[in-house]
């Protein structure tokens, strides 16, 4: 087994996340770890629940791939015990968020973090190092350890002594078939426990913001005292029916209704990842972009 090590200074602090989570043996202590304020008990549907609270961090004990937001699960978790911090990255899509963790876990615990990129063999050893360097805005404040291994009980063995370990969600890379496959055991054998993640994109309804559409009967004269945007998304009881322009507004008669001029309506789903709304905040000229709940009614904007 070969070692390296980088270290980082530390420059910016972590603050956690709008955290739900479930029952489960070390679940709220990982939800208080993690939370900013109070976590959310979530004793029914975990969705809605999720979308109530505009949770950034479900906190359970098993996460599952493909979820509506982030996911963590502690594992044999022992917070009195922890030393140290260790995040396992790799090319997968949960590194980003394992990386966070870690550097937020270290500050709030006051112990020393790492992140560790392991190799089995020299065609992967690009890979993990190009991993390393992927994470210097988001985890400045970790030492980086690029690790040749020849199997998983080398990378926990080079994990310092009373380490927590973070791990993503089972994937396809050989770290994660070691750890998830036969490995699990050793995983669980982490010094301190491990936390497991699963990341997802961050949805339109955790940055919904209010807004006051305008009526289709309103007219134009009033709506040029009102508008303050380059587009006005147009609702009826609730329901959205339009847009309405600030350049269409300046060209029409003052004396008529909004609905003679507004377009068709531009939105997105309450559950679409926000990144969604990139294509229709230009569309709109820069102005924020309606968001419809399940209900089909309009629950707010977002500008991206």
């Known amino acids: 087994m070969t070692q390296e090590t980088r270290s980082r200074e530390f420059t910016s602090e972590p603050t956690g996340w709008s955290v739900v989570h479930t029952r489960g043996q070390g679940?709220?202590?990982?939800?208080?770890?993690?939370?900013i304020g109070e976590p959310v008990a979530v004793r029914g549907d975990i969705e809605p629940a999720c979308v109530e609270a505009r949770a950034e961090l479900l906190v359970r004990r098993n996460v599952t791939t493909g979820t509506l937001i982030k996911q963590a699960a502690p594992l044999n978790l022992d917070l009195?015990?922890?030393?140290s911090v260790a995040g396992a990255i790799g090319t997968g899509p949960h590194s980003t968020f394992v990386a966070e963790l870690a550097a937020h876990v270290s500050t709030i615990l006051e112990v020393p973090g790492r992140l560790v990129a392991a190799s089995e063999g020299d065609d992967r050893?690009?890979?993990?190092?190009?991993?390393?360097?992927?994470?210097d805005d988001i985890a400045k404040g970790l030492e980086r350890h690029f690790i040749r291994v020849s199997s998983v009980a080398?990378?926990?063995?080079?994990?310092?002594?009373?380490a927590l370990l973070i791990l993503g969600a089972p994937g396809g890379s050989w770290v994660k078939r070691q750890f998830?496959?036969?490995?699990?055991?050793i995983a669980a054998a982490a010094p301190a426990g491990a936390i497991i993640v699963a990341d997802a994109p961050k949805r339109a309804f955790q940055s919904v913001a209010s807004a006051q559409p305008f009526g289709p009967q309103l007219l134009i004269a009033d709506a040029l005292r009102l508008i303050n945007s380059p587009a006005v998304p147009v609702a009826d009881d609730g329901v959205l029916v339009g847009i309405v322009r600030l350049t269409a507004l300046t060209a029409a008669?003052?004396?008529?209704?909004?609905?003679?001029?507004?377009e068709q309506p531009v939105s997105?789903?309450?559950?679409?990842p926000i990144s969604t709304a990139d294509q229709a905040c230009r569309d709109l000229d820069g102005a924020s972009v309606p968001v419809v709940g399940p209900d089909g009614r309009m629950i707010g904007v977002v500008c991206p």
């Open 253 to 262: 008669a003052p004396e008529a209704a909004i609905a003679t001029v507004m």
């Open 268 to 272: 997105i789903r309450w559950d679409d």
């Open 27 to 35: 679940v709220h202590e990982l939800a208080c770890l993690l939370a």
């Open 80 to 83: 009195s015990g922890v030393r």
């Open 125 to 135: 050893d690009p890979m993990a190092r190009a991993a390393l360097d992927r994470f």
């Open 154 to 162: 080398d990378l926990v063995d080079s994990i310092p002594p009373d």
């Open 180 to 185: 998830f496959g036969p490995g699990r055991r």
